[in-house]
């Protein structure tokens, strides 16, 4: 397979990691539909550890066995499949080179009483089972985001060293930040920020709202007026604090809405520059057929061709 | 021995695990009266640890020495015999490959005032002992379950690299549960869930009831009419929850109760799909030959006999 | 020295152990006047660390030398000597051969206002040191106590490993616990108990009373009718929960009483199957004629004598 | 380049360091417009983590792009250029050998809720990227100070060992002081004191106020009659602090204020004896060419040249 | 240089110490004008960590440069200087061989509000630098008084087995004393009995009081007649608590006293049979000439002179 331009480009952002690293990149932005156009979709399925298996899966039944994830993300031409150890390790020797995998390595769930995660998986485990990335979350703005920050440092530097790449989900929670903050523009900047800054290369965040939350923040985007007032122009806003954007950056879906909903937010991050999406809920808890349908739809957003 | 075809098949769902792994996987699987069925029966003796020694044995006093519930669970024809360190090296010698052994690696006692345990064995040790797997128990919900998670992750790792087996007693309590809601039919299936998302080979619950304890997940079962009328339909959807049966998924017994409830229990585990029964007190409380034939009863319902 | 068959029947029991432990254990077992009877008598100093060196040594000033207690082990014939490291580095070469040595590697002191210990010696200080066994104590009940459990977990397999010996001091405090609790028979079982699973070879606790503290243990106590009238019921009570007399069990002298009193608890201990007596204040306190002639009187109690 | 006899006298007082440390320190010091003077400037941009990417580059969108202070610094003629992990790695290949970076290990964020920083960056991460030292800032005064100190303190015997100079950033927060008392004459004196008995290389604090915080200080300044009525002065006493001018202590810019201001600070720090400046906002949030400009000003006073 | 038997009967009492640790003993006592008297006086130099560079060296500033305390110890011919790292880098290589060193390697500050001090160097740290010894502060009754003890445990394992010696400060503070307890007589005793027990080979304690701080040992004290009513029994009997005199104990000078107290204070140590004096501030807070005739009368009262 011949690298594209477009991805050449990509990759050479990423100016200090080794060949390694480079290459399982490569993989992900080469792989799919959308292989070599330098957009990415991502299916995540970590919501049977965050929200329990029933919450998760019972609106689609089949979702509850881990192969089926695997088939979908291969079926739909996704650009990499991303999930905690035990779905990874139940699906891996199946579907072994059939697409690019991320081992969710720290996950939180729905008894939990603390803004934090429990790490559970290693860079050890992403390298046994063929997985081209390891997943971290942080909490920027929780009692333990340092910790949480000391442990992807930890990991990162474990993961370079083996040729891996990084994925940062970075959701600023907890400490002054209200629900509505979670959300806003200059946070959602900051929480991009802040993954690039602690070496990720491929960045997590939620789309922003055109909320803004820190007092010293908000002076600085009326005094410059920064433009938040659509959702293109809050991508770009996020791409920009995401190094200019020398790294790529995907966007979550969120809590389910309605296709139009989907696809117009999905127009927003084309249009914005940002580098793609990773879709769990909205895609996994439909029928299979309705699942492959809208991704095909939003396939064909990111090409341009809808 | 050969190994049947449905173990092997149990054993196909392993397929990131090493051979060493799904070598001990096949001998707790081809152990004993059930050994080729894929249905199981251990026996664990950590109460001792748990609830003292009195309580735990004056009931049955030659159950106070170890070499007992060695020649226990080699007479019933069980399928596996798992303690604390204590109790493994008083007996691993005398019975080396009598019965497969799983080394309990932590602990917690009745002077406890934290949801929290011990670690009390090593991967180690287990190797040292002759044991088949190490076991461990997480408490879901508690403020400690983060830590318990890391900790078997660790363990699990180490494990796994060296060809043991996994096993973790997923018991949820404290934080925002009920203590019905620790048996609650979602809060159990989320339970074995996590488990085997923590990659653990086998998972051990309790067998839930119809109670549903989380408002957001009490809420999909009522819209998706998941049916937790009664136990087999309980059990079914718990290994739903285990990777849609691709893990071993076996249950306890619980506090000391008649004979007719507890063969009904089992026979609802059975008829629901599950892979076995883990019985302790029920078990080593009563006099030997009261136990063995109570055992031979269970076993004879995992048959398919009674 | 030709290993005498009840010191190898206890030998026995350390089936797991490899023969370098066992080569300390019988080192121990088979040391002074008591030697191959398989019972013993250690001498502990470690209340210079406890209570302050004046509390300790100011009724008998020569004992503030640490080569004293040395002496007073060996021109007595005991099993062995128990003593923190600066007091073992202070004679261990002087004394090199002359008695069995047990490294006390955490310590307590009465400034302390939190229900712990400090580590203060190591496997390696155990070794370099010629010791034949480490001694450690942990106190169940006390919201240190799984972390006290994780040290001596880690201590224990790493001097199993080096072929040392491990001795636990099993002392309940704290927690749910009441003063009179620490000493109730239950709770001394149960302590007993612990130690055993922890993997202890040489358990000591304090002799039990005849309080029953835990409500569900007093209930089975009370059922069964365990007897627990006398010390003599009591000690074999306590060497039943240590895996049925599996394990040695010594227990120790308590605060100062006078010479009857001291005989007779000891003759209980015999009576009902203990291993001896670890006793340190009540003798290291005498002027040194009048322990060696106490001792001497233990001795021909265990023995059978007086 | 041959070493000046100013550099090599600074060097010769950094007596225990090996040939790697000393190189490290000359590459710096000889480096830009003041290579050989024995004075430097120096470029931090830490403020993307510490404020947040908007606040610090809005007012400069081109600063948004790590290249662009690694451009800024070499264009500028500056000593060294020090940014956390992130913003190294991409711009470690395209400006290899260009200018001395300093990779910043630890960081903070306006989020944050407790005065501490996370670990982000490792000796290890510093050497695979080519850069001259580690950054590391401490708090003293903070709940978290001891847990900073040791954190630098293992890092730099690390840096250390590995050739690496270490820069200490120490910033008095928390604990007894108030807000002035973070830039007190003797709080300030101090920082820099401890920040060279904890072995730095290169000491940043902040330029002090005529503030005298800590009682006992206060009445030995007032005692010893320590002139602090201007700032010549106190950096005299800021270096004399620092191992009576035996170690290299460069002074931040703070918050932004007119050029006059900056000017007249520099003309404080260089008269004082000073070794140089560390100055950020003030630079990258001004145009490059005003910024250019006011480094070239800056640079001459150095000099002497204004 | 021939050890003199007086040293030799010294070091015959570490007899579990290694040549190298011996040798680094020897070292010290043979150094000085009280070399091979078994005497010994020690400059420390951390008072610039604990109570800030102004309040430390303003008295007499030639004592802000690291150099001037080295060249004090030798020029007044002292047994050994001790200081924190920064101190001992900087001179480490003008002073090579000059006079044994000891590495403080941890320190506390006047703006901590916690009984508790940072780790701030290394046993490779005083490898690399030549140090005969380390240095460590522990605070009995502090609440973090066992994480102190498990520190110095861990570095006292070390720096033994590369052949240093261990020097330990033994503060009583916190928990149950009041400040005039800190120097009771019976928590100075206590103080270094504790310090022997961790194995320290030489122990700092300041000189005690006739106050008797603990309800028990009071008892003790007074039923046990013990006199403490001058310095010299005071003396004594801290020698007795340690180890009956097989341990080097040192005594600190305090607050500054006008000179006939201080002689009299080193008269009193003196005829108590103390090893000697470490004497920071009263030393080098007076002008330099006054400071060596002081050291040169307490030198004088050691040698039994005056």
Redesign the interface.
């Known amino acids: 397979m011949k690298v594209t331009q477009r991805v050449k480009k990509i990759l050479a952002?990423?100016?200090?990691?080794n060949p390694g690293t480079k290459a399982n990149l490569a993989r992900i932005l080469m792989h799919g539909r959308l292989g070599g156009t330098g957009r990415l979709v991502i299916l995540p399925v970590d919501q049977?550890?965050e929200?329990?298996?029933?919450?998760s899966f019972?609106?689609n039944?089949p979702a509850?066995?881990?192969h089926y994830h695997f088939q979908l993300a291969v079926d739909a031409g996704l650009s990499a499949y991303a999930a905690?150890?035990?779905?990874?390790?139940?699906?891996?020797?199946?579907f072994a080179g059939a697409v690019p995998t991320i081992l969710k390595v720290n996950?939180?769930?729905?008894?939990?009483?603390?803004k934090?995660?429990?790490?559970?998986?290693?860079v050890?485990?992403a390298l046994?089972?063929g997985c081209s990335a390891i997943g971290f979350t942080i909490y920027?703005?929780s009692?333990y985001?340092?910790?949480m920050?000391?442990e992807i440092?930890e990991l990162s530097?474990e993961a370079k060293?083996a040729g891996l790449a990084v994925v940062v989900w970075s959701y600023?929670r907890g400490?002054?930040?209200s629900k509505e903050g979670e959300t806003a523009m200059?946070?959602c900047?900051?929480a991009?920020?802040?993954a690039?800054?602690?070496?990720?290369h491929i960045i997590k965040v939620k789309p922003p709202t055109d909320h803004l939350e820190?007092k010293?923040?908000k002076a600085?985007?009326e005094k410059?007026k920064?433009d938040v007032s659509d959702m293109a122009k809050r991508i770009a806003h996020v791409m920009?604090?995401s190094?200019?954007g020398?790294r790529i950056v995907v966007f979550s879906g969120g809590a389910a809405k309605d296709l139009d909903g989907i696809y117009n937010e999905i127009r927003g991050i084309r249009d914005g520059g940002g580098s793609g999406s990773i879709i769990g809920r909205n895609t996994f808890q439909r029928p299979r057929e309705d699942a492959l349908a809208m991704l095909d739809q939003i396939i064909k957003i990111y090409q341009g061709k809808a």
């Open positions: 952002n990423y100016e200090s990691d049977g550890f929200h329990g298996p029933a919450r019972a609106p039944p509850y066995d881990p905690p150890l035990g779905m990874i390790e139940a699906g891996a020797d199946s996950s939180s769930n729905s008894l939990a009483t603390e934090d995660q429990a790490i559970t998986g290693s050890n485990d046994r089972l920027p703005g009692e985001q340092f910790q920050m000391e440092r530097e060293a600023p400490g002054p930040l200059d946070v900047g900051y991009a920020q802040m690039a800054l602690l070496g990720a820190q010293e923040a600085v985007y410059q920064i920009q604090c190094f200019n020398r």
